[in-house]
């Protein structure tokens, strides 16, 4: 079963989230309101895939995304910032713009999962 990182500060999306990542059979690390707490996890732990959101309670998920991306660990940005309001994010980076469908998001996370065992 593939482990989800979810990174997502506001409570009712993060919850959204868990419960749209359990219903597709994944298992879930989180939600992680704060940076510092999902790279505390990173110490000791590694997802399959990630979602993040931008803006976090204590600071931007760059620092998440840069550690994922020199893991190898996908991941996929769902923010209500548009994508040029985050210049610190890697290049490449796949961007859902909130609100999306529950089908984009799992399509999304699905095709993380798929790209990552080829």
């Known amino acids: 079963m593939a482990t989800i990182l979810?990174?997502?500060?506001?409570?009712?999306?993060?919850?959204?989230?868990e419960c749209l990542c359990i219903e597709a059979g994944w298992s879930v690390a989180g939600p992680f309101s704060k940076r510092t707490q999902?790279?505390?996890?990173?110490?000791q732990n590694a997802p399959d895939a990630a979602i993040l959101d931008t803006g976090?309670?204590?600071g931007?998920?760059?620092?998440?995304?840069?550690?994922?991306?020199?893991?190898?660990?996908?991941?996929?940005?769902?923010?209500?910032?548009?994508?040029?309001?985050?210049?610190?994010?890697?290049?490449?980076?796949?961007?859902?713009?909130?609100?999306?469908t529950d089908d984009v998001i799992r399509d999304a996370l699905s095709s993380l999962l798929k790209a990552d065992k080829s």
């Open 60 to 100: 931007s998920c760059a620092e998440i995304a840069r550690l994922l991306e020199e893991r190898g660990v996908p991941w996929v940005i769902f923010s209500g910032s548009a994508s040029d309001h985050a210049p610190d994010m890697p290049r490449g980076t796949v961007w859902i713009e909130k609100p999306a």
């Open 56 to 58: 976090l309670a204590d």
């Open 6 to 17: 979810i990174v997502e500060d506001e409570g009712v999306i993060a919850l959204d989230l």
């Open 38 to 43: 999902a790279l505390a996890w990173l110490e």
